[in-house]
T-cell receptor, first 114, second 115 residues
Framework: KAGVTQTPRYLIKTRGQQVTLSCSPI?????VSWYQQTPGQGLQFLFEYFSETQRNKGNFPGRFSGRQFSNSRSEMNVSTLELGDSALYLC?????????????FGPGTRLTVT | GENVEQHPSTLSVQEGDSAVIKCTYS??????FPWYKQELGKGPQLIID?????GEKKDQRIAVTLNKTAKHFSLHITETQPEDSAVYFCAASIPGDFGNEKLTFGTGTRLTIIP
């Protein structure tokens, strides 16, 4: 069974621009969670989508948004990029919503904001 | 609070020896505690998890123990091998929105196995 895939793997953007990242979950998984990983803050939860609805949200500003499609694929968008948004963005899929279900991570998208 | 503290931040052990990583959590509602291994250039990989209704779980060379009273849990790796070198993260579930829990992570432990 194929794992979680994320595209693109690397991205360089300029301050003020916006960016869209994509995540395809493991087949049969209906929940997708997004995380930001930085050396200073570690792994931080952004949000979770299940059945095309946001089911959980972390403590990030409204510039960070996401959505999920009927095939469970998910995208996250960051608008008005700031230098501090440079990070590895990880998505994880699980069978159902909520952290009690095993989460399987993708390889991440490395975003660099200049 | 939602903090998970993880120690040590770095750990070097001789090949064949054991490694122990410890985490403490603050939210008494936490009931699911996964451990992840992250190798360079890859996403975290779930290696073992434990739920609050058990005190210990073992999978070959890896074991996790949980003390709910003291709010701490530990990862034990025995007979370490070079391929165990990686960054390890602990996590704990905390209440989220709509009755769904979310994960809060420790800051990671860089484990180096010395051949």
């Amino acid at each position: 069974k194929a794992g979680v895939t994320q595209t693109p793997r690397y991205l360089i953007k300029t301050r003020g621009q916006q960016v869209t990242l994509s995540c395809s979950p493991i087949s049969g998984h209906r929940s997708v969670s997004w995380y930001q990983q930085t050396p200073g803050q570690g792994l931080q939860f952004l949000f979770e989508y299940f059945s095309e609805t946001q089911r959980n949200k972390g403590n990030f500003p409204g510039r960070f948004s996401g959505r999920q499609f009927s095939n469970s694929r998910s995208e996250m968008n960051v608008s008005t990029l700031e230098l501090g948004d440079s990070a590895l963005y990880l998505c994880a899929s699980s069978l159902e919503a909520g952290a009690r279900y095993e989460q399987y991570f993708g390889p991440g998208t490395r975003l660099t904001v200049t | 609070g939602e903090n998970v503290e993880q120690h040590p931040s770095t750990l070097s052990v001789q090949e064949g020896d054991s490694a122990v990583i410890k985490c403490t959590y603050s939210d008494s509602a936490s009931n699911y505690f996964p451990w992840y291994k992250q190798e360079l250039g890859k996403g975290p990989q779930l290696i073992i998890d434990i739920r609050s209704n058990v005190g210990e779980k073992k999978d070959q060379r890896i074991a996790v123990t949980l003390n709910k009273t003291a709010k701490h849990f530990s990862l034990h790796i025995t007979e370490t091998q070079p391929e165990d070198s990686a960054v390890y993260f602990c996590a704990a579930s905390i209440p989220g929105d709509f009755g769904n829990e979310k994960l809060t992570f420790g800051t990671g432990t860089r484990l180096t196995i010395i051949p």
